[in-house]
């Protein structure tokens, strides 16, 4: 699987969007961009994942720019619940024995009231 | 809503004594998955299964063994618990093929302690 950079952290004012940056340039053709978050003392929580379009659902938007190296998790409106470490993960559709998630370091998104 | 349930939030263990943390899932998931987690190192993958009596390690095997004697069931044993494993565990399932659905459920976590 490909591997990721993201910015060690970031912060933003509560009601403003929350850009989330990740780098992915080895990308492959056949690798989703996923992302997840780990609010305080609680489980990993699946977000959005995308392959080349730009995704949106009740959570968040995942841009993807048209070279597929990077990507953006776009918050609209963070609100202090939103304070957690996002990890931007890619990855092909494995099945089988191939199918674990590999975690990173993640970003440390604070948001500010 | 899929849920993936561990059996105790908080553990208390003493050295050498032999701990199974359980991790049960109620949305028929092929995959299941073991990790820990601790300060500064993030998400380490302990254990996986793919199937029923399947299994395949991760990245930190050593110290642990698992069992999945049914689909929706997932046990990880620490054979003889040492101060080392003093860590958050972390459960969690998915359907077999990820490309095309929401992913891996978390459970909420076991904090274990061992004194």
């Known amino acids: 699987d490909a591997k990721t950079t993201q910015p060690t952290s970031m912060d933003c004012a509560e009601g403003r969007a929350a850009n989330l940056p990740c780098n992915h340039s080895?990308?492959?053709?056949?690798?989703?961009v996923y992302w997840y978050r780990q609010i305080h003392s609680q489980g990993p929580q699946y977000i959005i994942h995308g392959l080349k379009n730009n995704e949106t659902n009740e959570m968040a938007s995942l841009i993807i720019t048209e070279d597929r190296k990077s990507s953006t998790l776009i918050l609209p409106h963070a609100t202090l619940r939103d304070t957690a470490v996002y990890y931007c993960i890619v990855r092909v559709a494995h099945t089988g024995a191939n199918s674990k998630l590999t975690f990173g370091k993640g970003i440390t998104l604070s948001v500010r009231p | 809503d899929v849920k993936v349930t561990q059996s105790s939030r908080y553990l208390v263990k003493r050295t050498g004594e032999k701990v199974f943390l359980e991790c049960v899932q109620d949305?028929?998931?092929?995959?299941m998955f073991w990790y820990r987690q601790d300060p500064g190192l993030g998400l380490r993958l302990i254990y996986f299964?793919?199937?029923?009596?399947?299994?395949e390690k991760g990245d930190i095997p050593e110290g642990y063994s698992v069992s999945r004697e049914k689909k929706e069931r997932f046990s990880l044993i620490l054979e003889s618990a040492s101060t080392n494993q003093t860590s958050m565990y972390l459960c969690?399932?998915?359907?077999?093929?990820?490309?095309?659905?929401?992913?891996?459920?978390f459970g909420s976590g076991t904090r274990l302690t061992v004194v």
């Open positions: 080895t990308i492959s053709g056949n690798e989703y």
């Open positions: 969690a399932s998915s359907p077999p093929r990820q490309g095309t659905n929401y992913g891996y459920t």
């Open positions: 299964s793919y199937d029923v009596k399947m299994k």
């Open positions: 949305m028929d998931h092929e995959n």
